[in-house]
């Protein structure tokens, strides 16, 4: 069964409708890479399914079952519920500045649970080790570089243990040389229990670390498939033409 | 030297009772600010316009004219005559009028230091399944402190000065000390250096506050906001 199943989701800014009807299936341990250029719908989708707005339609399915439907009404408390099977790494990283590189990870699990301030600090120690930071524990984000900064974004999105973790262009605000080492985290976290969503610009890295690609545009899924069908055998006009730009 | 003794001391009076109007704005018109801040930022309109006004009203009007209104109206209105008797009542008054006008100016800062916290930081605490009251005091409330250092700095060295306004009702703070030994007091009258002297009072005092708000600008430096 499927760990993610969005139906019909649609939202509109204003006038301006931004998603127009998505519907796509996750399954457990699936990477999906999403693609497709600016302004075809890609955030607000990333942000719909972490609550960061609320569509206008459409439900989501959490392992069958219902976990959110845009016709009902959800307490603030119900929602911060719903949004724990969902992590997501910003653009922008949004480190709190004010906390250590180790306070910046605990501090959610602390909140959440403050008798296991023990076992949270375990967990962050282990999850720098796992990104490559250990040395930088007690820096704070003003000290690290953008790379590093996104790492430990990582980090912090990996400590409240989500069972889906999306990626919103999780390198662009990076210089180019140090897009690599994000990368290189993302990819080392794809394992059978992992299920990640990922929109990027990145094609290279798309094209090897994904299960699953959809191309966006105009607020519609345009083309969906594995990479090899995807990029190897693209169907629509609109994805030959983005293919052939971002080559 | 008798003279100086003399004066010295009943300056010292009056800057007791500037200090302690002082602190009493400050515990009450911080806070206030604060709810205020976030009235005039709440999604009920009606709150909101009303928050709104207030702080149109109060810092749209002398403070002066707010003290001898909270002063001398509420003898007029309530049946039981003035609740503000003797000079504690005097100060009681100006202590209402200070907090609330002082709130007005102190909400504003606080409503430019909590938008100016960029709303990805809020969302971060969103996405990790933080409460708002969570975000508000473990995300927003030391970088907007961090903010508005400079600008309450201000705010807040002009309400020493401020203080002498309270004068308009025969409150006896510093600068109603300082102009005694002009109108005659203690058995000495028109003496205008007592007068000039409270300058170095809230001179020195003022420098103080300067260290201090250094000194916590530089406690709130390890972080970039």
């Known amino acids: 069964m499927a760990i993610l199943e969005i139906k019909d989701m649609r939202k509109s800014f204003g006038k301006v409708a931004v998603l127009r009807g998505v519907d796509f299936t996750l399954e457990k341990g699936e990477v999906l890479v999403i693609i497709g250029s600016s302004g075809s719908g890609k955030t607000t989708l990333l942000r719909c399914l972490n609550f960061l707005e609320s569509p206008d339609c459409g439900t989501f399915l959490f392992n069958g079952e219902e976990l959110y439907a845009a016709d009902k009404e959800y307490s603030d408390a119900e929602i911060r519920e719903k949004r724990l099977h969902f992590g997501l790494v910003f653009q922008q990283f949004n480190l709190f500045p004010q906390y250590t590189v180790l306070k910046n990870i605990t501090l959610a699990p602390d909140l959440r649970e403050p008798n296991d301030k023990e076992r949270h600090l375990e967990t962050a120690k282990a999850l720098l080790e796992k990104i490559g930071l250990s040395d930088r524990a007690d820096a704070y984000p003003c000290q690290l570089s953008g790379g590093q900064q996104q790492r430990v974004a990582i980090a912090r999105a990996l400590a409240m243990e989500p069972d889906i973790l999306c990626f919103d262009e999780p390198t662009s605000a990076l210089d180019p040389e140090l897009t690599g080492e994000v990368l290189k985290v993302i990819r080392s976290l794809k394992s059978s229990d992992s299920t990640m969503i990922v929109v990027t610009h990145e094609m290279a890295f798309a094209r090897d670390v994904a299960d699953k690609v959809i191309f966006m545009a105009d607020g519609v899924i345009e083309e969906c498939g594995t990479p090899e069908e995807v990029f190897g055998n693209p169907k629509s006009a609109r994805l030959k033409a983005f293919l052939a730009k971002t080559e | ?225």
Request: glycine letters at 10%; one cysteine or more; aromatic letters at 16%.
């Open chain 2, 1 to 225: 030297m008798d003279q100086f003794i003399t004066v010295v001391g009943a300056l010292n009076e009056g800057f007791w009772q500037t200090l302690k109007l002082f602190f009493f704005t400050l515990i009450g018109a911080l806070p206030l600010g604060l709810v205020i801040a976030f009235g005039s930022m709440s999604k009920l309109a009606p709150l909101r316009w009303l928050c709104r006004a207030l702080v149109w009203v109060f810092r749209g009007t002398p403070l002066m004219l707010q003290l001898l209104i909270i002063f001398f109206v509420p003898g007029y209105l309530l049946p039981g005559g003035t609740p503000w008797t003797g000079e504690n009542g005097r100060f009681m008054a100006s202590v209402v009028a200070f907090i609330i006008n002082y709130a007005c100016y102190f909400s504003e800062i606080y409503r430019g230091g909590i938008q100016g916290v960029p709303v990805g930081q809020q969302e971060a605490g969103q996405v990790l399944g933080m409460s708002k009251s969570q975000i508000f005091f473990k995300v927003t409330l030391l970088q907007m402190v961090k903010r508005i250092i400079p600008p309450m700095s201000n705010e807040i060295i002009t309400l020493v000065k401020d203080t002498s306004i309270a004068r308009i009702i025969a409150l006896e703070e510093l600068i109603f000390a300082g102009y005694s030994f002009l109108k005659g007091s203690h058995g000495y009258a028109g003496l205008l250096w007592p007068l000039f002297f409270t300058g170095v009072y809230y001179l020195l005092f003022n420098g103080i506050l300067t260290l201090f708000f250094g000194w916590l600008e530089k406690k709130l430096s390890y972080f970039r906001v």
